[in-house]
């Protein structure tokens, strides 16, 4: 009997690495199913994979609304596949000094980088075990074991990722669930655009988002028998 299809459910998934990751895990013979905020970027993704022959299921989800995190994903999960590798990929940065951070941005970034990777992975656990184990890849930062002026809030969320992640890794092994985390130094994705962003780095230098995909299938590939509990991948310029 072959095996099963493998299934990668990632967030973020519209642009920047997550969606490198959607055609990285497509060409690789995954099926998907794809989390982001506009339905309208998923669907052209969709169109641009349906070449590659896998089955790819969208919903637009905003992971900043916390009440709709676990509805959606039944929703999603419910159309008949069940992921077999859990990539968190979505979230956000602010650059501006912890003294002066409005409360509303602390909260939407601790919420979207942290509590609802939380949310994410609470939802999904049940169909994890039941299909016997999965493997959970959270996509961090090397602000996780660093601190950057300006970056406080960023550097704090990534290092409770990396605390949550290491906790579920502990929690899950007797369930065959596997937790591995990619951390990274600056890549060029959209981030650099956002308005709650303001940098001067030279993004020339920075990693590829394509690299990025690329060290997320490393991760995922490895047999079941063992983990990669942390993949550091640094642009060769330096620590951004």
Same mark, same amino acid.
């Not at 912890?98 to 939407?108: K, N, S, T, V």
């Given at each position: 009997?072959?095996?099963?299809?493998?299934? !990668? &459910?990632?967030?973020?998934?519209? /642009?920047?690495?997550? #969606?490198?990751?959607?055609?990285?895990?497509? !060409?690789?013979?995954?099926?998907? &199913?794809?989390?982001?905020?506009?339905?309208?970027?998923?669907?052209?993704?969709?169109?641009?994979?349906?070449?590659?022959?896998?089955?790819?299921?969208?919903?637009?989800?905003? +992971?900043?609304? $916390?009440?709709?995190?676990?509805?959606? +994903?039944?929703?999603?999960?419910? %159309?008949?596949?069940?992921?077999?590798?859990?990539?968190?990929?979505?979230?956000?940065?602010?650059?501006?000094?912890? $003294?002066?951070?409005? @409360?509303?941005?602390? @909260? /939407? +970034?601790?919420? &979207?980088?942290?509590?609802?990777?939380?949310?994410?992975?609470?939802?999904?656990?049940?169909?994890? /075990? *039941?299909?016997?184990?999965?493997?959970?890849?959270?996509?961090?930062?090397?602000? #996780?074991?660093?601190?950057?002026?300006?970056?406080? *809030?960023?550097?704090? =969320?990534?290092?409770?990722?990396?605390?949550?992640?290491?906790?579920?890794?502990?929690?899950? %092994? =007797?369930?065959?669930?596997?937790?591995?985390?990619?951390?990274?130094?600056?890549?060029?994705?959209?981030?650099?655009?956002?308005?709650?962003?303001?940098? =001067?780095?030279? /993004?020339? $230098?920075?990693?590829?988002?394509?690299?990025?995909?690329? *060290?997320?299938?490393?991760? $995922?590939?490895?047999?079941?028998?063992?983990?990669?509990?942390?993949?550091? @991948?640094?642009? #060769?310029?330096? !620590?951004?």
């Amino acid at each position: 009997m072959p095996d099963p299809t493998p299934v !990668a &459910l990632i967030s973020g998934a519209s /642009r920047g690495i997550g #969606a490198a990751a959607a055609r990285c895990f497509a !060409a690789a013979g995954y099926d998907l &199913l794809l989390l982001a905020r506009s339905q309208a970027d998923l669907s052209a993704l969709a169109a641009e994979l349906a070449p590659l022959g896998r089955r790819v299921e969208t919903l637009a989800l905003d +992971l900043a609304d $916390a009440a709709a995190i676990a509805p959606g +994903l039944d929703q999603l999960c419910g %159309r008949g596949l069940t992921p077999s590798v859990v990539i968190n990929n979505a979230g956000m940065a602010y650059t501006g000094s912890l $003294a002066e951070m409005p @409360l509303d941005q602390w @909260l /939407r +970034l601790m919420q &979207l980088n942290v509590t609802a990777v939380f949310q994410v992975c609470q939802a999904l656990l049940p169909r994890l /075990r *039941a299909a016997g184990g999965g493997h959970i890849i959270n996509v961090s930062s090397h602000a #996780a074991h660093h601190a950057f002026p300006d970056w406080g *809030a960023y550097c704090v =969320s990534k290092a409770a990722l990396g605390s949550l992640g290491r906790c579920l890794a502990a929690e899950e %092994r =007797s369930h065959g669930i596997r937790v591995s985390t990619l951390t990274l130094g600056a890549v060029n994705t959209p981030l650099w655009d956002s308005e709650t962003v303001h940098s =001067s780095f030279d /993004r020339r $230098a920075m990693l590829e988002a394509e690299r990025a995909a690329e *060290a997320l299938l490393y991760l $995922a590939q490895q047999p079941a028998t063992l983990v990669v509990e942390d993949l550091t @991948l640094m642009p #060769a310029a330096g !620590a951004f």
